[in-house]
């Protein structure tokens, strides 16, 4: 499979009055034409900031990269501003946690989905953006176009909003949609018809999905690929159905040990520790401090090691003590 997103040694300073600090250190992530990756790990992981440095999405004032960030074979990081902002919306676009907050509440749902078009194409006439946005909102299964367009967003439900949300966000064919928590805010119901259409659309369309999530539930039926991140860094990465039967990274494990399960009396085990302070953080494996198998040797940068489409980033899998 062909990559439409390559980044390699993906790294993202914050300058703050404290000094800089290191959100993101050295991330290696790809995502093949077509494919659905799930981007999974705990708050403060890097996560969405990952997203939004794909989108373009931050102040660039406050901000150093560094790194290789391949979208279809253009380079994003060297884009001028013009060039990125008119990638946005066309080639790649995102969705939201929240589709309440994401929608403004003054304009009808034709007035905002109207803009999105007109932004794509300004020259498409009145008639052609009622015949599309009609066609876009039939994709997602919303069984009265109309009244939707003509609906604000508090008139709505949650999971009517985040339809018109998908509706927009595919509107214009991307090849890459970033899924941030799309279904968070919605109860399971609801979720699930939401990924369900996202699924069936990404595969008529070819678009291929970024799917962020600490939902491993979800996640599990969901993506081809996960990629687990840790403190701004991928530590594994695998096809979905080998890495829920044998993830190979500590973490994973203890990620996947945390699930509750319906099937099983165990209790979900919490992972000691937190998250670390990203101020303090060097170059070694971060997850040292809360991993039973951490020794001296974690201190030093650790490579990612791949085996049949299967990589970790960790000493202890690669040679155990």
């Not at 999971?159 to 799309?182: F, W």
């Not at 044998?246 to 945390?258: D, F, I, K, Q, V």
Request: contains cysteine; glycine residues 6%; hydrophobic residues 40%.
């Amino acid at each position: 499979m062909e990559d439409l997103l390559r980044i390699d040694d993906l790294r993202l300073t914050f300058e703050t009055h404290d000094g800089p600090v290191s959100v993101l250190r050295g991330v290696d992530l790809t995502v093949g034409t077509g494919e659905r990756v799930a981007l999974v790990g705990e708050s403060g992981s890097g996560k969405s900031v990952t997203a939004r440095v794909i989108m373009g999405l931050l102040p660039q004032r406050r901000i150093r990269t560094s790194g290789n960030l391949q979208l279809d074979g253009s380079d994003v990081l060297k884009e001028s501003p013009a060039r990125a902002k008119g990638r946005r919306g066309r080639d790649i676009t995102m969705i939201f946690q929240d589709p309440m907050a994401a929608l403004n509440p003054v304009f009808t749902i034709r007035q905002q989905f109207a803009a999105v078009l007109t932004r794509l194409d300004r020259r498409l006439s009145t008639a052609e953006a009622e015949s599309c946005m009609r066609t876009a909102l039939r994709d997602v299964s919303i069984a009265d176009p109309e009244r939707v367009l003509d609906s604000y967003s508090f008139q709505l439900s949650g999971g009517l909003n985040q339809r018109v949300m998908i509706a927009m966000a595919l509107a214009s064919r991307p090849k890459l949609l970033i899924a941030d928590e799309p279904g968070t805010a919605l109860d399971v119901t609801v979720q699930q018809q939401t990924l369900n259409i996202m699924a069936n659309l990404s595969q008529a369309y070819g678009t291929a999905i970024l799917f962020i999530s600490h939902n491993l539930g979800v996640v599990r039926k969901f993506a081809d690929r996960v990629c687990v991140m840790y403190a701004g860094r991928i530590v594994e990465s695998a096809p979905t159905d080998a890495l829920f039967a044998n993830p190979r990274h500590p973490y994973t494990r203890a990620l996947l040990a945390s699930v509750p399960r319906l099937s099983s009396d165990r209790l979900p085990e919490a992972i000691e520790g937190s998250v670390p302070d990203l101020t303090a953080l060097t170059e070694g494996c971060a997850f040292r401090p809360r991993c039973q198998f951490s020794r001296p040797e974690c201190e030093a940068p650790v490579p990612m090691w791949r085996h049949a489409g299967h990589g970790v980033a960790c000493i202890h899998e690669v040679n155990p003590a």
